[in-house]
């Protein structure tokens, strides 16, 4: 089972995708959370406590990964960091493109395509997975060239990942709307 997270910020879609997983991992399977974000300042680092509490007790073993998705399956030195048949949570999409998009300062305009092909051969190989994303496209003002490009490059990435994926879920205020499949 593979399901597809989106909504605005703060509207509860962390705790609905961890509570997803985490019944998904309800038979035993190994559950995993992807951390993507590389904080930048205290906000992040504030962000990144209030998701480690929300989750504590839950079993989740942590996995820092903000780039190469599908690396955590692959066999890299003989060995996965993580096993297939488990449960994945990976939250968040958006802060992962941000990673490929502005690596180390530099700017990378096709990174939508990247992320979308890491998430596609991560897809694959994972039998079970949450992807958390953010829903950034109801702003109507035109932003500058590099805003622009990452909306668009996100919502390529939403996308294929919506087509893949078995469900698809909205959170609005806190209320699921399931758009694709059933959960």
Known sequence: MKIFVSG??????????QNKAAELA??????????TMIPTDDEDRARIRRHVEDRDGMGFITLEQPRD?????????????????????LDSVTALLANEMFRDGAYDPEAGEKVAEDLTRFCALA?????????????????????????????????????LCDAV??????TVLCRKGTI
């Open 169 to 174: 879920c909205e959170v609005c205020y806190g």
């Open 127 to 163: 039998e079970h997975a949450v992807f958390v994303s953010d829903y950034i496209y109801s702003e109507a003002r035109r932003f500058d060239e590099f805003t622009e490009n990452y909306r668009r490059s996100l919502a390529l990435v939403d996308r294929r990942l919506a087509a």
């Open 8 to 17: 605005g910020a703060k509207n509860g879609k962390s705790s609905f995708a």
């Open 26 to 35: 309800a038979d035993g399977r190994p559950l995993y959370y992807i951390a």
């Open 69 to 89: 998705i599908a690396g955590l399956l692959e066999p890299g030195d003989g060995e996965r960091r993580a096993d297939p048949s488990g449960v994945f949570l």
